[in-house]
């Protein structure tokens, strides 16, 4: 038997860890694959065992859906600089929870500081991931994946000698 848990910082209300697993693996297994359509679909009914994961109330789920929307949105948007090298224009600070102009964030080390960690914690996410997937093709070993982890690590590297 597999056993599963969630990943840190994962928040699913309603359905824990193990049961989830196990149901995506038989939805996969009865389905050959798992996308986002078919999982919804596979947990509509009352009686499913991930339907506490989701939301129901249509007005609730739109207003949600708008806000990832929006997120997107925010983030997307660049500024063209004079020297037509693109920027963003909005950076999400973890601890005021929003979006603030990139140029107010530049220019306090406070909000430096919460958008360099953020950024730092992302290419550790993507190191992790990395070393996960090599780990598990050991016996079948891409070397590109060994590149993209070793690129990964010295870009940490630098990034982690800058906040210094």
Known sequence: MTNYTFRNGTRISGVNA???GEELARIQNA????TAPLVVDE????????????????LV???????HQARNLIRSVQIIETDNQMSPAYVHIQTTRSYLP???????VDLYDDAFRTAC??????????????????????????TAITSLT?????????SK
């Open 31 to 34: 389905h050959g694959a798992i």
């Open 43 to 58: 947990a509509r009914p009352t009686d499913a065992l991930l339907h506490l994961a989701f939301e129901w109330n249509d």
């Open 154 to 162: 010295a870009i940490q590297k630098s990034l982690t000698e800058l």
């Open 18 to 20: 193990q049961t989830a």
């Open 121 to 146: 914690s992302r290419i550790s996410e993507a190191q992790y991931s990395l070393e996960q997937l090599k780990r598990l093709a050991a016996k079948n070993q891409q070397p590109s994946v060994e």
């Open 102 to 108: 990139t140029t107010e964030v530049v220019r306090r």
């Open 61 to 67: 789920a739109a207003e949600q859906h708008r806000q």
